[in-house]
């Protein structure tokens, strides 16, 4: 069983992955089971239970926190079912495997394993944020399918082992920058449409994993407070019609396609 929980694809491509690789056929999409109440999951005896989510400011996304704190899994033995994490990341996760672990913890769940995949960057968001070029884009993309199937082939060894990508700073980010991003950087206020772009398609309102987006009588969307800042929307528009503000004009767009 894959837990999993993806914006712009990047987690989505490596849960997918990770499934083929494992011969797993249950994936969970975290946002939509927390949307639906459907935390009640069973697993067999011998069962890997897998999470993947994205690197949020060094950090847990909360709707994956949210997930966790509600999730009851039935049939769960430490012993018996192997639990592990993978975090997709630009570049470093900070102290994420800690936050994740106690998170965990809270919920009777025992992680053994903990991996990064760096991918892609997605947050553009505020100033000096930028997707990367495309040279590095497409070497990241490149370097993460082998990395996929290390991890994968660690995974179904059962090796108990922390291999994250942690980078310089890391308590600081973790416990001062990610408390900070969740409490002033996640607000879904900024976001609006340039009218002259918007072509009314909805695209927005189908790629939002939290079901955040309406369009209006004028077929326009509205955000209405419970984003997550997956960035699905803004970077999904075929028309890149949506801003965040003034800190994403000019700046790139992207999102995971397969090649």
């Not at 592990?84 to 998170?103: H, I, K, P, S």
């Not at 968001?125 to 199937?149: S, T, W």
């Not at 409490?183 to 009314?200: I, L, P």
């Amino acid at each position: 069983m894959i837990f999993y929980f993806t914006g712009t694809g990047n987690s989505g491509h490596v849960a997918r992955e990770l499934a083929a690789r494992l011969n797993d056929d249950h994936l969970v999409e975290m946002a939509g089971a927390l949307l639906d109440d459907n935390s009640r999951h069973e697993v067999a005896p011998g069962e890997r239970v897998g999470f993947v989510f994205p690197t949020y400011s060094w950090g847990v996304p909360p709707v994956v926190a949210r997930f966790l704190a509600t999730l009851e899994l039935s049939g769960y033995e430490p012993s018996q079912n192997f639990l592990y994490m993978v975090t997709t990341c630009g570049d470093d996760v900070g102290r994420l495997v800690d936050m994740f672990r106690r998170q965990a913890a809270a919920s009777g769940l025992t992680m053994q394993a903990a991996y990064s995949v760096q991918m892609p960057n997605t947050y553009i968001n505020m100033r000096g944020f930028d997707v990367d070029p495309e040279l590095l884009r497409n070497a990241k993309l490149h370097a993460a399918q082998g990395r996929i199937e290390e991890v994968a082939q660690n995974i179904a060894e059962g090796r108990v082992v922390v291999d994250v990508r942690e980078g310089g700073w890391a308590w600081l980010k973790t416990r001062v920058v990610y408390p900070w991003f969740v409490r002033h950087a996640m607000s879904d206020k900024k976001f609006h449409v340039e009218r002259d772009k918007c072509t009314h398609c909805g695209a927005c309102v189908g790629n939002c994993p939290l079901r955040n987006i309406t369009l209006n009588a004028s077929r326009e969307p509205e955000w209405h407070g419970n984003c997550t800042m997956c960035e699905s929307c803004i970077h999904r528009c075929p028309a890149q019609a949506i801003q965040y503000g003034r800190a994403t004009q000019h700046k790139g767009r992207y999102h995971f396609t397969h090649p």
